[in-house]
């Protein structure tokens, strides 16, 4: 894969207890355990959440992870108050709160035990918990196996998912009802974890993919989660986890959508680029957008849906809590923006009903309230030949090779004579090293 991977666990290859790993059920007790749990044996997760800074805890016993790397340690180490208020000998379920209509709850941990919940934040318990589960999140039952947060736009709402044996409890965290469904399919799960927007159940030392809305589990599940949530020194994951210089990344298309969603194409994959606290990794374009098997060209977002231009075709999906391809699609791009594909890039500003798109040194602009749709102007540009172009609120950027030359607006772009001093793609916004 040409963006490998920089958030796989690593265990590590000591154990600080001779004595091993040591299973044990979910069940309180109040001292803890002699022995340090090694997630590489092949461990069952109690449960995994992430922090306010994407710091991501792995939760086994009276123990945890912290991060992807290094030893296990005491749990009450890092959430200091868990044995002063409950004698915590292990957690049952754990998220991270999505709730930016709340900056008092958005982000906060939500640790569970039998009946009770608990809520950190930077690692402090917040004033009054824990509480009962049934007071912070009403319909909720006690002895729960498993929690994660599945926010607005892949979720249909703020939500929150709770783990029973087969029964899932879908929990909205606005208007707090609950719709509890039987996803006989899945495994049972011992912890849930969202990660860069897909949904993982953990049981033994397994993991199944499952789609947040309907329970849909992807193909080729379960699998070890060694293999690809740790690495391990006799087990081969596939990736080398080298990055590569930042002067050999280009880009087929980049893209923002109506929810904030920022995504860069590249080849067949392409990477969430507004969640690098969380990690960063790619992924098959095929799993988010499934009929677009071959990459892509171009790719812009208008109006809760996004268009991915290959060729001569366009596949338009609507954007709702995943994203459907649009019945009818995908069409030719001449049928739909006046334009005879292939194109080099697409770009849409803000607020603004105008798709610009670029074809070789000409770039044409098309009104997409305009029916039909064809090209409003034509002028031509200072580039040979351009691979990506966005839009956003510093103005516009057009990507050439590893270099992006910027411009105030589209209206500066088309009045340039000559290329401006170009910008060195960045290792904290892309997934290479300088």
Request: proline share 6%.
């Amino acid at each position: 894969d040409v963006w490998l991977n920089k958030t796989i666990l690593f265990c590590t290859v000591f154990v600080l207890s001779t004595q091993g790993a040591r299973k044990h059920p979910k069940q309180s007790d109040d001292s803890h355990y002699n022995a340090s749990p090694d997630r590489c044996a092949g461990i069952e997760f109690d449960a995994i959440a992430p922090d306010e800074k994407g710091t991501s805890y792995f939760f086994k016993g009276d123990h945890l992870w912290v991060g992807f790397s290094g030893p296990a340690e005491l749990s009450n180490g890092t959430f200091k108050d868990l044995d002063e208020y409950h004698h915590l000998g292990h957690v049952d379920a754990a998220f991270r709160m999505h709730n930016k209509k709340d900056s008092g709850d958005h982000d906060h941990i939500y640790l569970f035990l039998n009946d009770k919940v608990f809520s950190y934040y930077k690692h402090s318990l917040e004033k009054g918990f824990p509480l009962e589960i049934q007071q912070q999140f009403p319909g909720v039952p006690s002895h729960l196996d498993a929690a994660v947060e599945c926010p607005a736009g892949e979720c249909v709402t703020d939500a929150v998912l709770f783990f029973k044996g087969k029964d899932v409890y879908h929990f909205d965290i606005a208007t707090k009802m609950v719709k509890k469904k039987a996803w006989d399919h899945l495994p049972n799960c011992t912890s849930a974890f969202r990660w860069l927007e897909h949904y993982y159940c953990f049981h033994g030392h397994h993991f199944t993919r499952f789609h947040p809305v309907t329970g849909e589990v992807g193909e080729n599940y379960p699998k070890d989660a060694r293999h690809y949530f740790m690495r391990v020194s006799n087990v081969d994951h596939g990736a080398s986890g080298k990055k590569e210089p930042c002067s050999a990344v280009h880009l087929d298309a980049i893209t923002a959508d109506d929810t904030g969603k920022r995504y860069a194409f590249r080849g067949k994959s392409y990477i969430r680029l507004d969640s690098h606290r969380d990690g960063t990794h790619p992924f098959p374009i095929t799993k988010s957008w499934r009929d677009v098997t071959d990459g892509v060209d171009a790719v812009f977002s208008y109006d809760s849906k996004i268009y991915l231009i290959k060729g001569n075709q366009v596949y338009i999906y609507k954007a709702d809590a995943h994203y459907t391809l649009i019945d009818g699609y995908p069409k030719p791009l001449k049928d739909e923006l006046g334009v005879q594909g292939p194109v080099d890039a697409a770009f849409m500003c803000e607020g603004e009903p105008t798709v610009f798109l670029i074809q070789g040194q000409k770039m044409f602009s098309v009104d997409l309230n305009a029916t039909p749709r064809s090209v409003k102007r034509e002028v031509s540009l200072p580039f040979t030949k351009v691979d990506a172009a966005e839009c956003g609120a510093d103005g516009v950027r057009v990507f050439v090779g590893s270099k992006y030359y910027k411009y105030e607006s589209p209206t500066i772009l088309s009045h340039s004579k000559v290329t401006p001093v170009p910008f060195k793609i960045s290792p904290k916004e892309f997934v290479c090293t300088e």
